[in-house]
């Protein structure tokens, strides 16, 4: 998935929004005016404002932006057509239109007085209504589809306002103030719930029929036992074909949409996945789930939060010894 939100200064906002599943988190609603959420709020205003204030000339359509960012966020499956669409429009306006622009708005401020720096606040970089609204729609759209990956329990009535106060010198919440929240969110907040809902859904998985557990706390099932005298070792190269789920069942990466399986060592993944394949053989399949601290623990990693516990269901084609081949993203 792409990410082009052309605002260097929503640096907050920005650790948020991770490449992963199509869908939104289940979480997301519509809200309403008597139930304020500080988080979505605050992550409106870190937009709204650092938008306002890095890119004071992109006199935006703010409304036609904040519905087609909620309109993205709500929607049941990603439109990777209109994304597609966007992003031709969004690429066109800022590798062209905007630059050249801007060089012609400056040549033109410098000509009246060449002391001064160019007062951008002043100045409308769309030429037309149509093209402010179609960039405005265009930005939004790609906001709300790399919002859509981060999961996170978003009201979009808040962060709709808290983006229209900003650009509207009404927020309630400065930058720093908003900048702090979102921290203290990813960093405090979200680790701490996390690391609840891991422990709760491992405790029901726990029960279910054929699941056995390690020393190690990490959970497995068989599901095909494979050939049992050939089983891999920790430094092993295995050839394997995988599907990662998180919690919710979003999957979060899968060899199965690539269409190939892939080879790596053993030696060079999660923990997880370094105990779990030595329980199966070739030809076999098992699945995992693994708690964060046998995968990507309080750090997390991409679409992955800190202290999530996964899922993987994975079969094991074939074994190899020797070298070990460069170390691969899909299972570190």
């Known amino acids: 998935m792409k990410k082009l939100i052309y605002c260097a200064a929503v640096i907050c906002a920005a650790m948020m ?8 988190a289940t979480t997301v609603s519509k809200g309403n005016s008597s139930n304020y959420d500080s988080l979505s709020y605050a992550i ?18 703010w409304n036609t932006l904040a519905d087609s960012a909620e309109e993205t966020l709500l929607k049941e499956t990603a439109d990777e057509a209109a994304h597609e669409e966007a992003i031709a429009v969004l ?9 050249n622009r801007i060089t012609e708005y400056i040549g033109e401020q410098m000509k009246v007085d060449s002391t001064k720096q160019p007062d951008f606040t002043q100045f409308d970089i769309f ?5 402010r609204t179609n960039v405005s729609k265009a930005y939004g759209c790609d906001l709300g589809t790399n919002m859509r990956s981060s999961r996170l329990p978003l009201h979009t009535y808040w962060f709709k ?5 900003a650009v509207n010198g009404e927020a309630t919440m400065t930058m720093e103030e908003s900048q702090a929240y979102i921290q203290n969110y990813f960093m405090t907040v979200l680790p701490e719930q996390n690391a609840e809902a891991s422990k709760a859904w491992l405790a029901e998985v ?60 053993l030696s060079g993944v999660i923990k997880g996945w370094t105990e779990g394949l030595q329980l199966v ?52």
């Not at 690429?91 to 630059?99: D, L």
């Not at 030429?127 to 093209?131: K, L, Q, S, W």
């Not at 993987?312 to 993203?329: A, C, M, N, Y």
């Open 17 to 24: 929004i991770a490449c992963g599943g199509n869908k939104p």
């Open 161 to 165: 306002k808290a983006m229209l106060d």
């Open 44 to 61: 409106g205003a870190n937009i709204g404002l650092g938008i306002t204030d890095e890119m004071p000339e992109m006199k935006f359509d």
């Open 206 to 265: 726990e029960k279910e029929n054929g699941v056995q557990k390690t020393e190690s706390g990490l959970l497995y099932r068989i599901n095909r036992k494979g050939d049992e005298s050939l089983k891999p070792l920790a430094t092993d190269i295995v050839n394997v074909d995988y599907e990662g789920t998180l919690r919710d069942g979003t999957v979060f990466d899968s060899s199965y949409q690539r269409g190939e399986p892939i080879e790596f060592s």
């Open 91 to 99: 690429q066109a306006f800022f590798s062209e239109q905007r630059p």
């Open 281 to 332: 053989g070739k030809g076999g399949e098992i699945t995992l789930w693994i708690p964060a601290e046998l995968a990507y623990g309080a750090r997390g990693a991409g679409s992955i939060g800190p202290n999530e516990a996964l899922r993987f269901r994975v079969e094991l084609h074939d074994i190899k010894s020797g070298s070990q081949p460069e170390q691969t993203e899909a299972a570190e």
């Open 127 to 131: 030429n037309n209504d149509e093209e």
